[in-house]
């Protein structure tokens, strides 16, 4: 397929506001004639929703929690990225854009990255004008600090909670335009398909979680921010729920999927425990300004950790990479991490760990300077590991943590069926192949509150859309996919749970397209997922009815959804014959084991095209140009 990302033509410092001028208008009296449909309300989609809302559009606003504060994006911890050089440290647009693009391993389109960059300033002013609380200095102004990739500071961050204080900002935008009519809230409301006549997006059907009621909603435009899709993996730092169900709905009309292999390995979560757990917590980035990494240099020194003399540590970050230290990027840190493990050399009872410790930090600053920053955090690791950090080191490991990879979408972020926007973590926008720390909830707002309300204004005063009835045999044909679904999964009547297929997915997923790839892993992971997907379809077993609250049953359509997903993850893994970033396949690797990367065959964005289950997808190339940031080695020694 011909992809057009409507790039923007001319000097990138005004293409922004060039495209923003020249972009159609709806007139204000005009707006509230258009519906528009809102699939989410983390920060992306009730940012989005609230402003659409207050420009005067109808909008309906779903989510499957039962309110839109309780999105995953209130798990954000360590911070938001914004050029506003605040520190007068060095920092500005054009270096946050270089920042960007250099840090996702020159696998973004610059357009998109620099009007991020641009937007990061006002995403501020917002916030502050909401009244979100981020941490100030004692005079009054806004703190920042660092976080990886960067020689600046440039994160604003509210304690450890960052997302929360930005979620509560964007949501109580959102519930005064519900309370002023203009947007209609629908939580427990899960979308199941997508709604598409005479190919464009015309509406969703809905299954409400609590009555089982399957509806229809017709609008004139449908926006997604329904988020990543790192459960794939089973065990992941995300929240339990979150899902790509939305997404792959939308590739399975058409939507193609950009990236999927491209997924990121947070270096510092908690480290697993053992097989019965479910959930993987991030100890925030944020905790690398302050903490040391390091491991013993002896293999299998298992003396406790004060009793490890400095000589006999390895701050191997520090020593590998002196001026980045232990703010290098998060693919880089996580790579090191495994790699000091895997030569015998990892902490804790299963010797996949290495220590961030922050004896050095106490000493300098004090406990009570450490409390204030990350008191939450360390609270949180000793309720989980019933170890003191302020006493002992932290012990941390890599663990899947947000998808770069997502729905494609153009300069308007539109995907490839026209009236279906998508935007948030959803979309695989502007990261490239390796997200910077604390640039997700920048997109996410910079997406929902800046950019998609010009864009789809735009798109619906070029468009005249067409009154659509329920009865349309588009929208019955919808409908009857979703109850046909969830009937086959009620009648399968298997002897294994949802979850026990889940787990055993992610496993694969992790074996093979996890921190490190190769051919042979991935024709593996092939093969297995087919087969386990085969029996899934054959022996899971759903209790319970359609009719009301059923987990096992939202479950079983999620975990149906990442089957599919996975194998599109490996087979773009396996396609790209080339390291960068997140993705890092052995077989292409510097002589000092850094990401090798293929300029020359794969400078350009994967997208995948539906072509009916079980078959393989087809790929369509959208070639990436540098005309500012050149593609180099990245080096942060
Ligand atoms: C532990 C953790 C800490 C993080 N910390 C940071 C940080 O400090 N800084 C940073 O920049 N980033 C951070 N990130 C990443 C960041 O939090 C996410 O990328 C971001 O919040 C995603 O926001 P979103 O609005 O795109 O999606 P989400 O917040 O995931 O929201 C998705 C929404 O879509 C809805 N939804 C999904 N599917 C459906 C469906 N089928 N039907 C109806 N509704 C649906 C959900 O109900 C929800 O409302 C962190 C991530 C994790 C896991």
């Known amino acids: 397929m011909e992809l057009n990302s409507r790039l923007p033509s001319g000097p990138i410092e005004t293409s922004w506001d060039r495209t923003r001028f020249e972009m159609k208008l709806v007139n204000p009296a005009n707006k509230r004639r258009h519906s528009l449909i809102v ?38 911890q360590g911070g938001i990225n914004a050029a506003k050089n605040y520190q007068n440290d060095g920092d500005s647009v054009y270096r946050l854009f270089y920042d960007t693009v250099k840090g996702g391993d020159f696998r973004a389109r610059e357009a998109n990255v620099y009007r991020l960059a641009q937007i990061s300033v006002s995403i501020i002013d917002q916030c502050v004008a909401q009244g979100v609380p981020f941490a100030r200095e004692y005079g009054g102004t806004l703190a ?120 990121q390995i947070h270096p510092t979560c ?52 002196p001026s980045f230290g232990n703010l290098v990027p998060r693919d880089v840190a996580s790579r090191n991490a495994k790699y000091v493990c895997d030569e015998g050399r990892g902490v804790g009872e299963t010797g996949l760990g290495v220590y961030l410790d922050f004896s050095d930090a106490i000493k300098r600053l004090g406990r009570k300077t450490i409390e204030e920053r990350y008191g939450n955090l360390f609270d949180m690791y000793q309720r989980i590991t019933d170890e003191d950090p302020y006493k002992v080191p932290m012990r941390i490991y890599p663990a899947i943590h947000y998808t770069m990879g997502g729905l494609w979408v153009d300069y308007h972020l539109m995907s490839t069926i026209p009236g279906l926007f998508v935007i948030g973590e959803a979309n695989f926008s502007d990261h490239g192949a390796n997200r910077l720390g604390a640039s997700a909830l920048m997109q996410g707002l910079s997406d929902g509150y800046f950019i998609i309300p010009y864009t789809v204004g735009h798109y619906l005063a070029n468009n005249k859309v067409e009154a ?31 979850d026990s297929f889940h787990r055993q997915l992610g496993k694969i997923v992790w074996d093979y397209c996890g921190m490190s790839r190769n051919a042979a892993g991935l024709e593996t992971a092939i093969g297995q997922i087919r087969e386990l997907r085969d ?7 759903v209790p319970g009815s359609a009719d009301d609250l059923n987990q096992s049953l939202e479950k079983a359509g999620r975990v149906a959804d990442f089957f599919e997903l996975a194998e599109l993850m490996c087979v773009d893994a396996l396609e790209r014959n080339e390291s960068c970033g997140g993705h890092f396949r052995e077989e292409y690797q510097t002589p000092d084991g850094e990401a090798q990367r293929d300029d020359d065959h794969y400078s350009y964005v994967a997208a995948w095209g539906y072509r009916g289950y079980g078959n393989r997808e087809e790929l369509s190339k959208e070639p990436l140009e540098f005309e500012y940031v050149h593609p180099s080695q990245r080096s942060y020694k």
């Open 468 to 498: 659509v009835s329920e009865s349309h045999p588009e929208v019955r044909n919808a409908v009857a996919c979703v109850q046909q679904t969830t009937q086959k999964l009620l009648n399968i009547n298997g002897k294994r749970t949802v």
């Open 270 to 321: 908690i480290p697993v425990s053992g097989d019965y757990q479910s959930k993987l917590t991030l100890m925030s980035e944020s905790l690398r300004n302050d903490g040391r990494i390091w491991v013993p240099k002896q293999k299998g020194d298992k003396r406790p950790p004060d009793q490890i003399p400095e000589p006999d540590r390895d701050y191997y970050l520090e020593r590998r990479y």
């Open 144 to 263: 920042n600090r660092s976080f990886g990739g960067a020689q600046v500071s440039r994160t604003f961050y509210a304690r450890g909670q960052t997302g929360q204080q930005l979620l509560l900002g964007a949501y109580q935008a959102l519930e005064r335009q519900v309370d002023a009519g203009a947007v209609e809230m629908y939580p427990r409301t899960e979308m199941l398909d997508l709604i598409v006549i005479d190919g464009r997006a015309r509406g969703i059907v809905t299954r409400h979680l609590v009555t089982g009621e399957v509806n229809v909603h017709i609008a004139d435009a449908v926006i997604l921010g329904t988020g990543g899709y790192g459960n794939v993996f089973y065990l992941s730092t995300n929240a339990k729920g979150s899902n790509v169900t939305a997404s792959w709905r939308a590739h399975k009309r058409g939507a193609l999927f950009a990236n999927p292999c491209y997924t």
């Open 535 to 541: 029996e899934y379809w054959q022996n899971v077993k």
């Open 39 to 76: 699939v989410g309300s983390g920060l992306a989609g009730a940012s989005a929703a609230a402003t659409l809302g207050e420009l005067g559009y109808k909008v309906k606003c779903f989510c499957f929690q039962d309110s839109p504060r309780r999105a995953h994006s209130i798990a954000a």
